[in-house]
C-alpha cells in the first residue's frame, strides 16, 4: 500500500523559505506525479504545483515566482520549497499522487499544517 | 483558469436522504472531473474520478454524472459517516483547480 507523509517545520517566519518533504512508501517514486496542495485553515483547496518522475516542474501561476520542487529518487522523497512567505501562506499542505498530468490523484499524505508567524 | 462553481455551498439533511450536489466548470472539461470527500482535520478523500467512476472501496450510494460543464454527485441515501464536505476537482486544464466546497450539515 503506496503511502505518503509531509515533513517539515511547523512554524515558518515571515520573509523566509517554507520548505516541506513529502516521503514516499510502498512504492516508487519513479513513473509518476507529485504534487503539493495546500489549504488555508477553514478555506478551500489549492494546488501549488506538481514535480514529475524526471524532475520537470509545473507551478501555479499564483505562486510561480516563489516556489521550487524537486525529486530525490535515492530517498524516495520529493520536496517543496516557498519562499517570501506571508501569513497568507498558513495552510495545511498535502502531498499527493497521480499517474499521469491529465489524471486524478490516487494517494494523498495525511497533511502538515504550516503557520506563518514572527 | 478554469473556474469550478459548486452549489449549495452548505446543506442541512436527514440520514436516509438523497442528497445531490452540483458543480459547473467556466469551460468545458470532458469528463476530467473528480470528487473528494473531507471531514475535519483530516486528508481529502478520493469519492469519483473521470467524472462518474467509484474509487475502490467507495460505497454505490455514491454516484458521479456529468459531462463538459455539468456535473453531478449524489448521494442516494445519506449515511451518518457521510456527513462532510465535499470538492469538485478539474483536472483537464492547468493549473488544477478545485470547486469551492458544499458542507453537508445534519438537520
Known amino acids: 500500500q503506496v503511502q505518503l507523509q509531509e515533513s517539515g517545520p511547523g512554524l515558518v517566519k515571515p520573509s523566509e523559505t517554507l520548505s516541506l518533504t513529502c516521503s514516499v512508501s510502498?512504492?516508487?517514486?519513479?513513473?509518476?506525479?507529485w504534487s503539493w496542495i495546500r489549504q488555508p485553515p477553514g478555506k478551500g483547496l489549492e494546488w501549488v504545483g506538481y514535480?514529475?518522475?524526471?524532475?520537470?516542474?509545473n507551478y501555479n501561476p499564483s505562486l510561480k515566482s516563489r516556489v521550487t520542487m524537486s525529486l530525490d529518487t535515492s530517498k524516495n522523497q520529493f520536496s517543496l520549497k516557498l519562499n517570501s512567505v506571508t501569513a497568507a501562506d498558513t495552510a495545511v499542505f498535502y502531498c499527493?499522487?497521480?499517474?499521469?498530468?491529465?489524471?486524478?490523484?490516487?494517494?494523498w499524505g495525511q497533511g502538515t499544517l504550516v503557520t506563518v508567524s514572527s | 483558469d478554469i473556474q469550478m462553481t459548486q452549489s449549495p455551498s452548505s446543506l442541512s439533511a436527514s440520514v436516509g436522504d438523497r442528497v445531490t450536489i452540483s458543480c459547473r466548470a467556466s469551460?468545458?472539461?470532458?469528463?476530467?472531473l473528480a470528487w473528494f470527500q473531507q471531514k475535519p482535520g483530516k486528508a481529502p478523500k478520493s469519492l469519483i474520478y473521470?467524472?462518474?467512476n467509484l474509487q475502490s472501496g467507495v460505497p454505490s450510494r455514491f454516484t458521479g454524472g456529468g459531462s463538459g460543464t455539468d456535473f453531478t454527485l449524489t448521494i442516494s441515501s445519506l449515511q451518518p459517516e457521510d456527513f462532510a464536505t465535499y470538492f469538485c476537482?478539474?483536472?483537464?486544464?492547468?493549473?488544477?483547480?478545485f470547486g469551492g466546497g458544499t458542507k453537508v450539515e445534519i438537520k
Open positions: 514535480v514529475d518522475y524526471s524532475g520537470s516542474t
Open positions: 469551460q468545458g472539461i470532458s469528463n476530467y
Open positions: 473521470a467524472a462518474s
Open positions: 499527493a499522487r497521480s499517474v499521469g498530468a491529465w489524471s486524478p490523484w490516487d494517494y
Open positions: 510502498g512504492g516508487s517514486i519513479s513513473s509518476y506525479y
Open positions: 476537482q478539474q483536472y483537464h486544464g492547468y493549473p488544477l483547480t
